[in-house]
């Protein structure tokens, strides 16, 4: 049975909250906390959360969505550490997620023979999959603060590039038959920059950003993760057909 859920635009809103979610409580931690423990705490929060989602039998709203916020928050940090912890430049730090991620899809194609999100039912497929999903967090952070901060658009009009840029995988499968496995990848690695841009636009007070506060953009940003979640898990829109079949039947 598939391990994750089906591509609905409940999957991309939730994906979007997620993204902007990591960034602000990451960013939240790392600034109440000593960063040792704050990123320590990240990684057991990770851990613990892929441990749960890989002893499922079957996707589950609540486990999946937890795995994902999670790596959202872990690989913020991780992304960060390159920067803050050893003083690499985003530019150096985005072009390393990028060979880590292209180096993931290489070995799973070779592996597995597709990069579908449809066919992760084994093992695996999805030790694969959830290798990628935390290479995309980690590579959008880095791209996000790298537009924000290096090229200095700034946190709102990194926002706008981005939200430009989500537009061209969109436009190439609906318009101009792109391949599938391709635009969804292409989106899922936008959404990172997009979704942190977003938060940082929201909570920061450099760079033009609002001065929400990382802590209030992170808790209203769970609330409405929770309210969707809880959504899918009532009515299972986001199950495969066949899937939800079996876990009635």
């Known amino acids: 049975m598939l391990r994750v859920p089906e591509i609905t635009v409940y999957f991309w809103i939730i994906k979007a909250l997620s993204t902007a979610m990591g960034e602000a409580t990451s960013d939240y931690l790392v600034h109440v906390l000593h960063p040792v423990p704050a990123v320590l705490l990240g990684f057991v929060g990770f851990v613990a959360a892929l441990a749960l989602q890989f002893s499922m039998r079957r996707y589950l709203a609540w486990t999946y969505w937890f795995a994902v916020v999670m790596v959202g928050v ?3 940090m991780a992304a960060d550490v390159l920067h803050v912890g050893f003083g690499v ?6 072009a390393f997620y990028a060979a880590a991620l292209l180096a993931v899809f ?3 194609q070779k592996t597995e023979k597709t990069l579908s999100i449809h066919s992760v039912d084994t093992f695996r497929r ?39 840029v989500i537009l061209i995988p969109a436009i190439g499968y609906r318009w101009f038959d792109w391949n599938s496995i391709f635009t969804f ?3 899922y690695v936008v959404t990172r920059p997009l979704g942190a841009s977003v938060a940082d636009w929201l909570g920061k007070t450099t760079s033009g950003g609002l001065g929400w506060g990382d802590g209030r953009v992170a808790l209203g940003l769970t609330a409405m ?11 299972r829109k986001d199950v495969h057909s066949g899937h ?6």
């Not at 430049?89 to 985005?94: G, H, I, K, N, T």
């Not at 939800?244 to 039947?249: D, K, N, Q």
């Open 185 to 187: 990848w292409f989106a």
């Open 74 to 76: 872990f690989g913020t």
């Open 89 to 94: 430049p985003y530019f150096a730090s985005s």
């Open 106 to 108: 290489v070995t799973w």
């Open 244 to 249: 939800a079949l079996l876990a009635t039947g």
């Open 225 to 235: 993760i929770l309210a969707f979640v809880a959504y899918l898990a009532v009515t």
């Open 126 to 164: 999805e030790a694969f999959y959830w290798a990628t999903v935390v290479a995309t967090f980690a590579l959008g952070t880095a791209v996000g603060d790298l537009t924000a901060v290096t090229f200095h658009l700034g946190y709102f009009y990194s926002a706008v590039f981005f939200a430009g």
